[in-house]
Structure formats: structure tokens, C-alpha cells
């Protein structure tokens, strides 16, 4: 068997499990709120995407959505399949960029890590643009590197195109690429020469990206007061994260104990600093890409946080720069001396090994134990038991307005009534504001005495209260609807 085909077969094996991993239980959780919003923006005509797109993103995606949402209409699974297609094509295309870049032994672990890593497995499973910004910042940055070393038209085209739909897709794109243009100018500073493809490419960017500016000045003015500013804190949850002990989706974090994560990063430092130090093979350009598609983004993104407006997420935007993190990591394990003896390559195996095997185990806790939102169960709860004239109290959950549209049966309207065609049943949906306190659920001061509850549920994310009108020898009957996914 020749090295190619063998190397064939092991990237057809990595994008096979990782595909696996990103399409397994892919319909089982709700949406949550992000998605919801996602969501309602492709339902949108496409001349009013743009507009509705919130304060991180620009609207490629929500673009694609549409045109899923086109197709399969609204199903969990099938419109989760976009990112998680998306995030299962990252693996071989990270296989061949980070063999062309460095190696066929670096290759097979830093694609290995980027199949079974948490932080992109929990982000191909979420209605989001979060693996599209990561192909993405993966392509940019490999053609990005090939246009310094060969300078060649093909290069910078593929850079300007992959860069453009970055900047269209998510906003942290402006970090990466505001790095790459001054590793570009340092670049130009130390040989002095053929630079004016790269600046005329630069160039290209900007033109193509100055019809979004007016809108992201609106985006810059929006509130983002769930964002805290960023400390020392953050920049640990960070390295969490991007060395897969941490996992923030949805309303909820899940993190291993202390000594779980350090297991997870102690060995992901330790072949980052391998990969950073050690000579031989590719060191020049694991460094220049790690510092350009990680370390400046982030720092660009934590001092503006700090400075002007808070808008890092260590858990979320900054999957962005996990390309870079596992392309030095993967130099590290890949053995950037060739000349290394058995004994070393083997040590460092165990550990890639062992940064595997902890993976696997946040992994396994994230499809068993983790919750993203409960709604779709807390609608299929309410019409498994509401009867005409109950009225129904949910809470305490922002934002909610959007979900109750997505999961309740469609005989039901947008203003919180139902009147269907054939049957005349009615439920009340009472507006985000109303709790259930004691008994009774105080509704007003002239209607509070005309309801009972009559059952209630705690649910992971919130409560429902469901009360009845007081009536003697009433029948219950549900509403006939099953929910979504």
C-alpha cells in the first residue's frame, strides 16, 4: 500500500467518525434562543436578511439558511445539518492544509484533535455560523500563508475570497484579518519586495466589504449587557475551550472537574510549546501562523472588550482561532524533528493520546448530561394537557416569545389564542412577565379569583404553570400536536 493511499484512507476514517460525532443525536435537543433567532432570520425575504441579523453576525449564513429552510421547512434535525456538514468538511480540509503546511504525521493529529474536539462538535451541533466562520478562518489562513511563501495570483484570490465571506459571516473575522494584515506588512518590511499583489488583495477586501460598514457601525451600538468585560478569568476559559475541557452552548456551561481539565490542559500546552520551540520541519510557519490566527485576534478582541465594549465570549466567538491553536499543536505532536528516536515519537503518542482520550470524555458527558434548552418538551408538556379555556403561565425565561411561536401547533396564533377550524379550542398564552407564586397565579386584580392551578412542572430551564377556570365535571382533553425534530 503507498503512503498516499494510506493517507487517503486515514482522512476518508477521520471524516467518517467526525461526521458520526456532529450527526449523532443532531434532532434531540430544543432549540434555544440563538437558534430561534437564526431561525426567524431565514424565514425572512431575502432582501431583509441583512437588516434583521444580530449584533455578531453578518448575514452569509442566515443567507444558506434560507435556502436549507426552503427546502426541508421546520425540522431540528434537518436544519442543524447545515453546520454540522459544514463542521464535518473542516476535517479533511484541515487533514490537507496542515499536511501541505507541515506534515502527514501533523496532519493525522491535528485533524484527530479537531474531530473529536468538544468545542467544535457542541458548534456543528448549534443553528449557527460558527463552523462556516471556522472553515473559513481555516482557508484564509492557509491561503494567506501560500500567497507569502509563492506570492502567486492563484493564492491571493483564494485569499480574498475565503477572507470576504469570513468578513460577511461573522464580525471577530475583522481581528483575524486586521492580523493578517500586519503579519503581511512585517512580511513585506523583512524581504522588500513583491508586495503589491498582497496590498492590491488587501485592497479588494475592503472595497468588497464596504457595504456592510454602515450596518456594523449600527451592530457596534447595540447592548450587549450578557457580556461581561474580560479578565484573567476569561482568558483560562478561553484555553478551556479551545483545548476541548469546556463546553458553553446554549443556556448552560458543562466543564469537567479541576483535575479532568488540567488533564485535558496540561498536555495541550505541553505540545504547544513543543510545537512552538522545537526545531526542524515547519517551525517558521506553525509560529507565524499561531501568533497571526490566534494570540493577536484574541488579544485584538480582549482590548477592545476591555476598552470600548465588551464583546468576548471565551466559550463562543473564539472558536474562530482553533484552526491556528491545533495547527502548532499538531507540529508538536507531529514531531517537527525528523531526526527524533523512536523513544520520543512513542512519549509523544501516549500524550496525544491522552488529550484524545479526556476529550472523549467531556464528549460523552455533553450527549449524555447536557441540556441546551428544554422548550420544545415544555410546548409538547402544555398542549398534552391544555383544554379550551385554560390559560397557561410560563417562566421566568427571556426572550421567549420566539420559542412559544416555533414549538406550539400551528392552529394557534401569533397573539397567544387558539381558534382552530374545526375544533374551537382556545389557550391562553400570557406574555414573559407572569409567575407562579403560592396557590394562585395573580393575574390581575379582577380576574385572580376565577383561576386555579391545576397542574404544574419544573423544567430544566424554566417553569410552567398551566391553570384552569373553575368548572365542576370537565373533561380534559389535549391539543393533537407533536413537536418538531
Known amino acids: 500500500m503507498t503512503a498516499d493511499h494510506s ?4 482522512c476518508a476514517a477521520l471524516f467518517f467518525t467526525a461526521s458520526f460525532l456532529r450527526f449523532y443525536h443532531l434532532g434531540r435537543q430544543s432549540f434555544w434562543w440563538d437558534e430561534i433567532f437564526t431561525l426567524r432570520n431565514a424565514t425572512l425575504p431575502f432582501r431583509q436578511i441583512h437588516h434583521a441579523v444580530d449584533a455578531a453576525s453578518p448575514p452569509l449564513f442566515d443567507y444558506l439558511l434560507r435556502i436549507v429552510y426552503g427546502i426541508v421547512g421546520s425540522n431540528d434535525f434537518w436544519l442543524r445539518c447545515l453546520p454540522a456538514l459544514i463542521g464535518a468538511v473542516t476535517i479533511p480540509v ?6 501541505r503546511l507541515l506534515s502527514p504525521s501533523a496532519a493525522f493529529w491535528g485533524a484527530a484533535l479537531l474531530t473529536i474536539s468538544p468545542f467544535h462538535v457542541a458548534y456543528s451541533q448549534e443553528l449557527r455560523m460558527y463552523t462556516l466562520v471556522t472553515l473559513e478562518a481555516l482557508l484564509s489562513l492557509y491561503f494567506w500563508e501560500q500567497s507569502l511563501e509563492h506570492q502567486t495570483t492563484k493564492a491571493w484570490i483564494g485569499y480574498v475570497l475565503s477572507t470576504v465571506s469570513g468578513l460577511y459571516t461573522h464580525n471577530w473575522f475583522l481581528f483575524l484579518t486586521a492580523s493578517q494584515a500586519i503579519g503581511y506588512a512585517a512580511w513585506c518590511i523583512r524581504h522588500k519586495h513583491g508586495c503589491a499583489k498582497g496590498w492590491m488583495a488587501f485592497g479588494l477586501i475592503g472595497m468588497a466589504y464596504a457595504p456592510w460598514i454602515p450596518l456594523l457601525m449600527a451592530q457596534t451600538r447595540v447592548n450587549l449587557g450578557y457580556i461581561p468585560r474580560p ?3 476569561e482568558v483560562l476559559q478561553t484555553f478551556y475551550a479551545l483545548s476541548g475541557s469546556r463546553v458553553t452552548v446554549g443556556d448552560g456551561t458543562f466543564q469537567l472537574p479541576f483535575e479532568v481539565s488540567a488533564a485535558i490542559l496540561v498536555p495541550a500546552l505541553f505540545c504547544l510549546g513543543l510545537g512552538y520551540f522545537s526545531s526542524g520541519l515547519g517551525r517558521g510557519r506553525a509560529r507565524r501562523l499561531f501568533w497571526v490566527g490566534c494570540l493577536i485576534p484574541l488579544l485584538f478582541a480582549f482590548l477592545y472588550s476591555r476598552l470600548i465594549k465588551p464583546i468576548y465570549l471565551p466559550s463562543r466567538y473564539t472558536l474562530i482561532t482553533l484552526p491556528a491553536f491545533l495547527l502548532l499543536a499538531a507540529r508538536g505532536l507531529g514531531g517537527g524533528d525528523l531526526s527524533w528516536p523512536g523513544r520520543r515519537r512513542a512519549i509523544l503518542s501516549i500524550v496525544g493520546l491522552l488529550w484524545i482520550g479526556s476529550c472523549s470524555v467531556l464528549l460523552i458527558a455533553y450527549y449524555r448530561l447536557f441540556v ?15 383544554r379550551p379555556g385554560d390559560a397557561v403561565v410560563i417562566g421566568p425565561l427571556g426572550n ?8 406550539l401547533p400551528p392552529q394557534i396564533d401569533r397573539q397567544g389564542t387558539v381558534l382552530s377550524d374545526k375544533t374551537h379550542q382556545r389557550l391562553f398564552v400570557p406574555s414573559y412577565g407572569q409567575y407562579y407564586a403560592g396557590p394562585h397565579v395573580i393575574l390581575g386584580p379582577k380576574t385572580s379569583a376565577q383561576w386555579e392551578s391545576i397542574s404544574a412542572r419544573n423544567f430544566s430551564h424554566g417553569s410552567i404553570v398551566l391553570l384552569q377556570r373553575k368548572k365542576r365535571g370537565s373533561a380534559r382533553r389535549g391539543l393533537n400536536w407533536s413537536p418538531s425534530g
Open 7 to 10: 493517507e487517503r484512507r486515514t
Open 94 to 99: 484541515f487533514y490537507g492544509t496542515c499536511r
Open 231 to 233: 479578565g484573567a478569568a
Open 372 to 386: 441546551k434548552g428544554s422548550w420544545r418538551e415544555m410546548m409538547s408538556w402544555v398542549v398534552s394537557r391544555a
Open 400 to 407: 421567549l416569545r420566539m420559542t412559544i411561536d416555533y414549538y
